[in-house]
C-alpha cells in the first residue's frame, strides 16, 4: 500500500514528459522521507522536486551547494537524496538569513541531517574552496545578483565576482543548477529590480561569459499563461509564474 501512495504522490511532484517511473529511487525515497515536514510537503506541489532533481541529475554521493537557499527546503531534499557519503552545504548571506526566520532551526535541529551543514557569508567572499563540490544550486535568487536595496540591507553585489567564485568553487565538469523568473525577452537584467525577474537570454550569457556551458533546461515551471509583466510577489502570479531552469557544466 505504502509503494501505491508514493508512486501517486511522485505523479503529482513531477512534470512531463518525465513520469513517475522515470524518478530514481534514491531521489523518490528523498521526497517521500517520512520525516519531511508538513509544510515542505505542501511546498511540493509548487516545486515538484522529484522531477528538478531528476532532470539535474542529484545522485548518491555528491558534494552540492545551497546558494541562497535559505530555509533550507532544497538543502534537506537534496542531502536526503545524496545519502551518508554526500554532503549538502546550505549557504546564506545575512539578509537570506534573516528571510528564513524560524524555519532553519527545527530544520537542522541536532543531528536531524547531519550530511548538512550552514555558512553565514558575505557575497564578497562565499567561501566555497576550489574545486570542492560537484553542483551548485541557486534557486530563484540569481536575479539578486542584480538587485540592490540598502536601505533595507541588501547593498549591490558585484555579479562578476560572485559568478568567478561559483565557477572556482566546482569541480572539473561541476554543474551549476539555475532556476529563476522570466522577464519580458530583451529586457536585461533591469526587471531584477521592481519586478525579482531576469531576462532568460540575458542569464545565458552572463553565466556563459563566466566559464560555463549550457548542457541542458527543463520546462517543468514554465507558464505561459503568465505575461511577465507583475512583480513574482503580486497575487495574481505569485506561486505560479513562468520560471526558467538551466543545467550549465562548469568548462
Known amino acids: 500500500m505504502r509503494r501505491h501512495l508514493v508512486a501517486a504522490a511522485l505523479m503529482i511532484l513531477v512534470s512531463a514528459p518525465l513520469q513517475a517511473a522515470d524518478v530514481p529511487?534514491?531521489?523518490?525515497a528523498a521526497v517521500a522521507a517520512a520525516e519531511r515536514s508538513e509544510k515542505d510537503r505542501e511546498r511540493d506541489v509548487r516545486d515538484l522536486p522529484a522531477g528538478l532533481m531528476t532532470f539535474a541529475g542529484i545522485a548518491p554521493d555528491m558534494k552540492i551547494a545551497d546558494v541562497f537557499g535559505g530555509g533550507g527546503y532544497?538543502?534537506?531534499?537534496?542531502?536526503?537524496a545524496v545519502g551518508p557519503q554526500g554532503h549538502v552545504r546550505l549557504v546564506n548571506n545575512v539578509p537570506y538569513f534573516q528571510f528564513a526566520g524560524k524555519e532553519i532551526k527545527p530544520?537542522?535541529?541536532?543531528?536531524?541531517?547531519?550530511?548538512t551543514e550552514l555558512r553565514l557569508v558575505e557575497t564578497c567572499a562565499l567561501k566555497l574552496g576550489r574545486?570542492?563540490?560537484d553542483m551548485i544550486m541557486i534557486f530563484m535568487s540569481y536575479h539578486d545578483l542584480y538587485y540592490v536595496d540598502e536601505k533595507d540591507g541588501w547593498p549591490g553585489i558585484d555579479a562578476s565576482g560572485f559568478l568567478n567564485q561559483l565557477h572556482a568553487a566546482l569541480?572539473?565538469?561541476g554543474h551549476l543548477l539555475i532556476v529563476?523568473?522570466?522577464a519580458a525577452a530583451g529586457s536585461g537584467n533591469a526587471p531584477a529590480q521592481a519586478l525579482h525577474r531576469i531576462d532568460e537570454?540575458?542569464?545565458k550569457q552572463d553565466i556563459a561569459g563566466h566559464g560555463f556551458e549550457l548542457e541542458k533546461t527543463w520546462d517543468g515551471y514554465r507558464n505561459p499563461g503568465d505575461d511577465l509583466t507583475k512583480p513574482v510577489f503580486d497575487p495574481a502570479v505569485r506561486g505560479k509564474t513562468d520560471r526558467f531552469t538551466h543545467l550549465y557544466r562548469k568548462r
Open 25 to 28: 529511487a534514491h531521489i523518490a
Open 74 to 80: 532544497w538543502t534537506e531534499l537534496m542531502a536526503r
Open 107 to 115: 530544520r537542522f535541529d541536532g543531528a536531524r541531517l547531519p550530511n
Open 131 to 133: 574545486e570542492s563540490f
Open 171 to 173: 569541480k572539473p565538469g
Open 180 to 182: 529563476d523568473h522570466a
Open 201 to 203: 537570454a540575458f542569464a
